[in-house]
């Protein structure tokens, strides 16, 4: 049932945009669904090519390609998708289909884009920065009207977020270059804490496992210290 409901994707070389509107597009035509969810793609203030041309009036849009700018959504740091031919066809077709625009292209800035992907880690998902422009970009959508609180939104993330964790270590020690525009807020730098019982004699290290009695002690004082950190008790 794809009654009420969202996809918001972002948008780099729009294979995954163009993407989804097939595949919904040909469940539609075969009958497996009866209606058409409505379709975001996100792009960042520093790659938005697409959100640009979605932004001229319908009848006299023009592609234009732009010159990207450092961005953390790196696999969408592209200012001219070779997929923009299809997006324009299938969109097009999205929305004939639908009956209404059912697809829409929505900006965020670089520094939304790593707010919200530490804020979704904080609250135990695990997003990469891909992720943290597709929920940067639901957030805006909402705020903008475009998506109600009657709709639920499935946000696609792309990939673990250890594949961009560079980023989050700029994020927590405050260095980003200037051209990124990106200023660390106080609440989301959660930099990592090392957990090492200094009762153990011996710990893992590259090349030396543990086992047997030591590494049932390791697990037993490592994990003790992980609940005293986190105040967690025995229920």
């Known amino acids: 049932d794809m009654t009420n409901k969202v996809v918001v994707v972002p ?10 509107m097939s595949g919904f597009l040909k469940f539609y035509d075969t009958g497996i669904i009866t209606e058409l969810p409505k379709i975001i793609g996100v792009q ?4 938005n090519p697409v959100y640009l041309y979605y932004q001229q009036d319908a009848g ?6 732009v010159t990207v700018k450092p961005s953390t959504a790196q ?36 520094q939304e884009i790593m707010d919200w992907q530490l804020t979704a880690n904080r609250n135990g998902h695990i997003a990469c920065t891909h992720g943290g422009e597709s929920l940067a970009g639901l957030v805006n959508a909402v705020k903008s009207g475009m998506v109600n609180q009657n709709e639920t939104a499935v946000v696609d993330s792309t990939a673990h977020a250890l594949k961009f964790a560079g980023f989050q270590e700029m994020y927590f020690e405050n260095s980003f270059p200037p051209e990124f525009e990106i200023s660390p807020r106080p609440e989301l730098m959660n930099a990592p804490t090392l957990v090492r019982p200094k009762d153990l004699a011996h710990v893992p290290a590259p090349g030396k496992p ?4 030591e590494f049932q002690q390791f697990v037993k004082r490592t994990s003790e210290e992980i609940a005293s950190a986190l105040a967690l008790t025995r229920r």
């Not at 006299?60 to 390609?65: D, L, N």
């Open 11 to 20: 948008i780099g070389n729009a294979g995954n945009i163009t993407a989804v």
């Open 44 to 47: 960042s203030h520093h790659a």
């Open 60 to 65: 006299k849009r023009k592609f234009e390609p």
């Open 75 to 110: 696999a969408a740091m592209i200012g001219n998708p070779v997929s923009m031919p299809r997006v324009i066809h299938l969109a097009d077709e999205y929305n004939k289909k639908a009956g209404k625009q059912r697809v829409f292209v929505v900006e965020v800035t670089e």
């Open 210 to 213: 543990l086992d047997g009695e």
